[in-house]
């Protein structure tokens, strides 16, 4: 377990951890990209202090609107 900007990491094993201590802020930064592009990440992962107004509301419906498909021909 590795500590990084307040935060706690764990890892895999042990390569991953080298991997991380390397880039530290790399890998934080693509994680946080990441839940921008996917907002149900940000509660999932627990990235609530990165993104304050998100809404677990606001989320579920940006995620279900992104994904629902309505096809009608009247």
Same mark, same amino acid.
Request: charged fraction near 15%.
């Given at each position: 377990?590795? +500590?990084? +900007? /307040?935060?706690? /990491? ?20 693509? $994680?946080?990209?990441?839940?921008? +592009? /996917?907002?149900?990440? $940000?509660?999932?992962? +627990? ?22 498909? $309505?096809?009608?021909?009247?």
């Amino acid at each position: 377990m590795v +500590r990084f +900007r /307040n935060t706690f /990491n764990v890892f895999v094993h042990e390569e991953a951890l080298q991997a991380f201590m390397a880039r530290p802020a790399a890998y934080v930064d693509g $994680i946080l990209g990441e839940a921008r +592009r /996917n907002p149900a990440l $940000i509660h999932l992962l +627990r990235l609530q202090e990165h993104s304050p107004a998100a809404s677990h509301a606001s989320l579920w419906y940006s995620t279900a609107s992104s994904r629902l498909q $309505i096809t009608a021909s009247w």
